[in-house]
């Protein structure tokens, strides 16, 4: 039967969770040591425990060795002769013991030993729960609230206590003293004090728990949660998949009624909650994934960066970002992809940017085209055409549309902004410069009238504007126009017919 010491052990051992063997050994440790102290040796000693009777006895020991010549260390070897002597037929290599007498140890070689005693216990059970815990990190645990400590909640995991910092508590939600909760283990540090068990309830993990309790399609592989973004206290994007197609993902997690979700949202003290089927489609996802605003358009800006450009609505913009940027911060966590977010209407203006640096090269005040003449210079200017290209874009019926133009003017600007570009075309592509535009003006000012009255034919206004790859004259801008230019091209039309 074990002794009265040794049962007592084995109980200290049960509340803490350890093994009796360990206690055991602070036991013989700590007298061992005790005895040391008090004897004022520096032998090697160790303890003895009788689990039988609850003796404790202390020796010191020494190893054996052949001769004088093979000691080493005097203190703790002896030769064969002299261990012969002490204890016959011993062998080299072997130990000698030497007891020591306990007896006479006093009060304060065991607080001592109780010191030691304690320190190996606690030691021992801060290595049973770092094991018991260090390889579960983000799994779910049932805990129980055990106290407040400032910000800090401390929670009882039943083989250790777990502490919940500020940081890993959500806004909405307080605990009453002895309240049963479910955190997720973060991780197990190795403090000085002893490992340190840290849990959350920010963790996305703890959502994908509750959905797992909730929803049978989740706990039977069903429905699988492919990705989930949190943000506790606020709101989650959960988006889910279904391994059937005849079971709807979004509306399993729902449930009836919004029966399944809402008990998630009761347990998590009213934290909103998205639920957006999933799609190996980034883009589809993307637009899934920005709800409740709608998308117009998604775009991949930067495959290797993994950089999305979504376009929306002038009225969804704010929508799509959220309160705060929360709606497109959870997205783009939710998709492991960056978001930039644009309006139509910055869209367009980002175009026009581009437009205006890529398409239309230098631009030519208008005034250099003095052909024109002040008059019908300053009508254009006041009508914003203040370049000869945007002049040369414009149709023959956007022209019309600018108070003071009319047909005659028309033709002359058609003719002046032919001539300008031809004289371009003729200096082997090189834009003229003011001097130049200005001369090439003069000489031609003599002959504008004339060219402007006896214009050939159809035919040379075509052929010039093929030249030029301008739309100056247009068949069908008007009857009078085209009767004039084409009136001999008519009648032998009509004689033919």
Not at 222 to 229: G, H
Not at 314 to 337: C, E, M, P, Y
Not at 357 to 381: A, R
Request: hydrophobic letters at 35%; aromatic letters at 4%.
């Amino acid at each position: 039967m074990a002794s009265p010491l040794y049962q007592s052990i084995e109980l200290l051992s049960q509340e803490k969770g350890i093994d009796p063997g360990i206690v055991v050994g602070a036991v013989e440790e700590a007298i061992a040591l005790a005895t040391r102290k008090f004897y004022k040796t520096q032998e090697n000693m160790r303890g003895e425990l009788n689990k039988e009777t609850g003796e404790i006895t202390a020796y010191i020991y020494k190893t054996v060795v052949e001769d004088e010549e093979h000691v080493e260390d005097p203190v703790n070897q002896i030769t064969l002769t002299e261990a012969n002597e002490l204890a016959p037929g011993v062998e080299v290599g072997s130990e000698i013991r030497m007891y020591r007498d306990t007896s006479p140890l006093g009060r304060i070689a065991a607080q001592l030993a109780k010191q030691v005693i304690f320190q190996k216990v606690r030691e021992a059970e801060r290595d049973t729960v770092f094991q018991e815990y260090a390889h579960r990190e983000k799994e779910v645990l049932n805990a129980t609230v055990k106290r407040i400590e400032g910000q800090d909640v401390i929670y009882d995991l039943g083989k250790a206590e777990a502490r919940c910092p500020k940081r890993e508590q959500s806004r909405l939600e307080q605990f009453s003293i002895g309240e049963r909760v479910r955190v997720v283990l973060l991780k197990v540090d190795r403090a000085a004090k002893g490992p340190q068990v840290v849990v959350s309830r920010a963790a996305p993990e703890l959502v994908q728990n509750l959905f797992q309790s909730e929803v049978p399609e989740i706990y039977d592989n069903t429905v699988v949660i492919k990705a989930i973004a949190r943000e506790a206290g606020e709101r989650t994007k959960i988006a889910v998949q279904s391994r059937d197609k005849d079971v709807d993902p979004v509306g399993a997690c729902v449930g009836m009624k919004g029966m399944r979700v809402q008990s998630i949202i009761r347990e998590l003290r009213g934290e909103k909650i998205d639920i957006i089927e999933y799609s190996d489609e980034i883009t589809t996802f993307a637009e899934k994934a920005l709800q409740p605003a709608k998308v117009s358009r998604v775009s991949i800006t930067d495959l290797g960066e993994k950089q999305l450009e979504v376009i929306v609505d002038d009225t969804q913009l704010s929508l799509a970002i959220g309160k705060k940027g929360q709606n497109v911060r959870l997205a783009a966590k939710l998709l492991g992809w960056k978001i930039d977010i644009k309006s139509e209407e910055e869209k367009r203006q980002e175009v026009e940017q581009q437009m205006g640096v890529f398409g239309g090269g230098p631009s030519t005040p208008i005034e250099q085209v003095t052909e024109l003449g002040d008059s019908i210079i300053q009508k254009l200017v006041t009508a914003g055409i203040t370049t000869v290209e945007a002049l040369a874009d414009m149709t023959p019926e956007q022209l019309e549309e600018i108070p003071g133009i009319g047909e005659k003017t028309l033709e002359k600007i058609s003719v002046a902004v032919r001539h300008y570009f031809g004289h371009f075309e003729d200096g082997e592509g090189e834009q003229p410069t003011p001097d130049a535009a200005v001369d090439t003006a003069e000489a031609e000012a003599e002959n504008a009238q004339e060219a402007l009255d006896e214009i050939a034919s159809v035919e040379a206004v075509k052929t010039e504007d093929d030249q030029l790859g301008l739309d100056t004259v247009n068949e069908d801008q008007g009857p009078e126009l085209g009767t004039e230019i084409n009136e001999d091209d008519t009648k032998t039309g009509e004689e033919g017919a």
